[in-house]
């Protein structure tokens, strides 16, 4: 593929000089700077800074934000506090997923959505088509903004340092307004690694004009290096969102998925009143689903990857693989799969057909790391020990 | 010799798919991945070898590497029956990143006759035509 067709994100100068660089989405982005498995952990244990500009940012405005946004999405909005956020899904009639999209609201009649980076056009289309009778306005801004994840036990402590407002009163999904490095920057309380961290919206920047986003991925640098900060690639992300169990729009769903066969029926809300898919999900949730997403964890040596068959102990194939790798946290092979509800328990042994061999597996509960250990939700402090 | 980042030992035969060949004295042959391969794939985490005792052609997949990112087939540079496996590498993985061309090596395959393999190194490179071939990678 031509290089020069690629796009790029306001920070893709330092990437350039500092990654091996990969297509994503028609980006160009870092694939890693040092190594997968050193940013891995350095998010695991102290902290890393991610560039994910390449996201689409839409924001949706008016009067009638909030009933549309009911109307298209799965989750319920009007629960939603200003300055809060959640997680969310877009679907098709047949409940068939979109995308899953995360909802910021800023104030009452004023929404930032976070679609995927493959789906951004597709969603916008789907958005504006379905916004006629409703009066509200959407706009795409993701190409005047730049997004940064700062993730793990130490991204609190390394961003107060720099932040004009003390964040450790943020509770997790909440938003806030501050400056760092002088920049100002929306603050939110969330990402897609499993640890505790924020996503920061740096306004006014573009490949054009890249100097605030630049300024902010500096000071946090700078910041955080001595407690091992370090820059982290799309490998890192997709290696800490697979232990932590989140599903990878496009690889563990799609629209011939339901949320209630991803595993994601807590975002949708049958509660508030009728919305794109409801029938379909309402239908599935009384037939019961035929197949559920699970993890499993291969418990001899091998590296699951996208595809592979799932056998159950008599060898019939009962599933396939929707992505896997190598886990640099627990050393083995870890993996998401579509299998039959009946052999989606923690604790059924079933199979993965490698590539010539056949390697036991078992299925194992999200996260797939011990949640007292690591995650925002630990109870034990990090860095910790002798 | 050495291109850019990357060691190109003389005396070795290379694929297009980076693997190499080295003939031993006794007529087997020695195989592995390069350093160009090494350095590419990264943080080599798992390997699947080939069983001993197996007959395999020139330039079918014959293992596979797994870095954290993706899974890799490896080629067999030149026909015969894969006589010793390195089982080492399945404990230590990351021997084939520190040490493609020493203890990285991946197996060793005895050809069906002297004439089959002198006929087979004919399609493998040279250190200097593999040399100028990934220099070539590099620059495109």
């Known amino acids: 593929m031509s290089q020069a067709a690629l796009r790029r994100t306001p920070l893709h100068g330092f990437h350039v000089k500092r990654a091996r660089m990969t297509e994503f989405a028609g980006?160009?982005?870092?694939?890693?700077?040092?190594?997968?498995?050193?940013?891995?952990?350095?998010?695991?244990?102290?902290?890393?800074?991610?560039?994910v500009s390449h996201m689409g940012r839409f924001l949706v405005e008016g009067p009638g934000a909030e009933a549309f946004l009911n109307y298209v999405l799965t989750n319920d909005v009007s629960a939603l506090e200003p300055m809060s956020s959640h997680y969310s899904l877009l679907c098709n009639e047949r409940g068939g997923i979109l995308d899953d999209i995360f909802v910021l609201r800023l104030a009452e009649e004023r929404f930032l959505l976070v679609p995927n980076a493959a789906t951004r056009e597709k969603d916008l289309a789907w958005l504006l088509r379905h916004s006629k009778g409703h009066d509200v306005r959407i706009k795409d801004i993701s190409d005047q903004s730049a997004l940064v994840a700062v993730q793990g036990p130490r991204a609190l402590e390394v961003l107060n340092a720099l932040s004009s407002v003390d964040l450790s009163g943020v509770p997790r999904y909440g938003l806030v307004e501050t400056e760092i490095a002088s920049v100002p920057v929306l603050a939110s309380r969330t990402g897609y690694t499993g640890e505790d961290?924020?996503?920061?919206?740096?306004?006014?920047?573009?490949?054009?004009?890249?100097?605030?986003?630049?300024?902010?991925?500096?000071?946090?640098?700078?910041?955080?290096?001595?407690?091992?900060?370090?820059?982290?690639?799309?490998?890192?992300r997709d290696t800490l969102r697979l232990e932590a169990g989140y599903p990878l729009y496009g690889s563990d769903m799609d629209e011939h998925t339901t949320p209630l066969e991803a595993r994601l029926a807590f975002a949708v809300k049958m509660d508030k009143g009728p919305f794109i898919g409801r029938e379909a999900l309402e239908a599935q949730m009384a037939e019961g689903v035929k197949r559920l997403r699970v993890g499993l964890r291969l418990v001899e040596r091998g590296v699951p990857r996208a595809g592979m068959p799932v056998l159950d102990p008599d060898g019939r194939e009962i599933g396939r693989i929707t992505s896997g790798t190598f886990s640099p946290?627990?050393?083995?092979?870890?993996?998401?799969?579509?299998?039959?509800?009946?052999?989606?328990?923690?604790?059924?042994?079933?199979?993965?057909?490698?590539?010539?061999?056949?390697?036991?597996?078992?299925?194992?509960?999200?996260?797939?790391?011990?949640?007292?250990?690591?995650?925002?939700?630990?109870?034990?402090?990090?860095?910790?020990?002798? | 010799m050495r291109v850019g980042d990357y060691e190109v030992p003389e005396g070795l035969y290379y694929t297009?798919?980076?693997?190499?060949?080295?003939?031993?004295?006794?007529?087997?042959?020695?195989?592995?991945?390069?350093?160009?391969?090494?350095?590419?794939?990264?943080?080599?985490?798992?390997?699947?070898?080939?069983?001993?005792?197996?007959?395999v052609s020139q330039m079918q997949p014959f293992a596979s590497v797994d870095s954290v990112k993706a899974t890799s087939e490896?080629?067999?540079?030149?026909?015969?029956?894969?006589?010793?496996?390195n089982e080492a590498l399945l404990n230590q993985p990351e021997l084939l990143n520190q040490d493609p061309y020493g203890q990285g090596w991946i197996a060793r395959i005895k050809p069906a006759s002297p004439e089959k393999l002198q006929e087979e190194l004919k399609a493998l490179m040279t250190a200097e035509q593999y040399a100028k071939y990934i220099e070539e990678l590099e620059g495109s």
Request: charged content about 25%; glycine content about 12%.
């Open chain 1, 329 to 386: 946290l627990l050393r083995c092979g870890i993996a998401m799969a579509y299998v039959p509800p009946e052999l989606a328990e923690p604790g059924t042994e079933l199979l993965v057909g490698l590539r010539g061999r056949r390697a036991r597996a078992v299925v194992v509960k999200f996260p797939f790391y011990d949640k007292t250990k690591y995650g925002w939700k630990r109870t034990t402090q990090a860095g910790g020990g002798p």
């Open chain 2, 74 to 85: 490896i080629y067999a540079p030149v026909s015969g029956e894969v006589v010793e496996a």
């Open chain 2, 16 to 55: 297009r798919e980076h693997e190499w060949a080295k003939v031993l004295e006794d007529g087997t042959v020695l195989t592995g991945i390069t350093d160009y391969a090494q350095k590419k794939l990264h943080e080599i985490v798992n390997i699947e070898l080939p069983e001993v005792g197996v007959e």
């Open chain 1, 27 to 51: 980006f160009e982005m870092p694939l890693w700077y040092e190594g997968i498995i050193p940013e891995h952990m350095a998010v695991r244990e102290a902290a890393g800074i991610f560039d």
């Open chain 1, 197 to 236: 961290g924020f996503e920061l919206y740096i306004w006014d920047a573009s490949p054009e004009k890249p100097e605030r986003a630049l300024s902010v991925w500096g000071a946090i640098l700078r910041a955080g290096e001595p407690v091992g900060l370090k820059p982290c690639g799309l490998g890192a």
